[in-house]
């Protein structure tokens, strides 16, 4: 959290203190791609394996400070929507569980432009989190070990007002989450092969 005051600190001195501030406000939407993975593991006397992740959305109220013009912050304030699913076997058989994720995210990028192209990069503050579990055991839980920190590198073409963009966040440390069902927790370590986020937006 210190590190997210500082951060936005920094960009509002640096914007309210240029004399060739162009400010600019907007949003942007689109869809995601992510593959979390994992060896399957066992808890008690269940076995839990990972399965293909529906493709997610996000939504993000976006800003632009350009100073000068070809030198650009954009704080940006996003939810990242995504699907997890699962699939439990025990002696009793196999079931399936969907977990459904809503993060909000605080992404600050850096970056410069070079005619129609924008080119940025930078920190991903993570700042809450809600889920929903669709399961017939309802002891089924799971806790995402989400970093407070992720980066994203990404690029965009500007058209007039508005723009398209694609951009890769990722987490540069591994990560684990906690798994409970009947009675018992376990954690798995996650293989992440990040998310890619295709999006298009306009500013005003």
Do not use: C
Not at 3 to 13: C, F, Q, S
Not at 52 to 66: C, D, E, F, K, P
Not at 180 to 190: C, D, L, N, P, V
């Amino acid at each position: 959290m210190k590190a997210l005051l500082l951060t936005i600190t920094m960009v509002l001195a640096t914007a309210f203190g240029a004399s060739a501030q162009i400010f600019e406000i907007g949003f942007r939407g689109g869809v995601n791609i992510a593959k979390n993975d994992f060896a399957q593991i066992s808890t008690g006397d269940y076995r839990i394996s990972h399965l293909q992740s529906n493709v997610g959305y996000q939504v993000a109220l976006t800003t632009r400070i350009s100073i000068p013009h070809f030198l650009q912050i954009s704080p940006e304030f996003q939810m990242v929507s995504h699907t997890y699913r699962y699939r439990i076997d025990s002696k009793m058989g196999s079931s399936k569980a969907q977990v459904s994720v809503n993060r909000f995210e605080i992404p600050v990028t850096f970056g410069f432009k070079i005619w129609a192209l924008r080119l940025f990069g930078g920190p991903v503050f993570s700042i809450a989190q809600s889920k929903n579990i669709e399961s017939i055991k309802r002891d089924f839980d799971v806790h995402y070990d989400d970093s407070k920190m992720a980066l994203v590198f990404g690029a965009a073409l500007d058209l007039g007002k508005f723009f398209i963009d694609a951009r890769y966040n990722f987490n540069p440390k591994q990560t684990s989450d906690k798994f409970e069902i009947g009675g018992t927790t376990r954690s798995a370590k996650i293989k992440d092969n990040g998310m890619w986020q295709f999006s298009a937006g306009f500013f005003f």
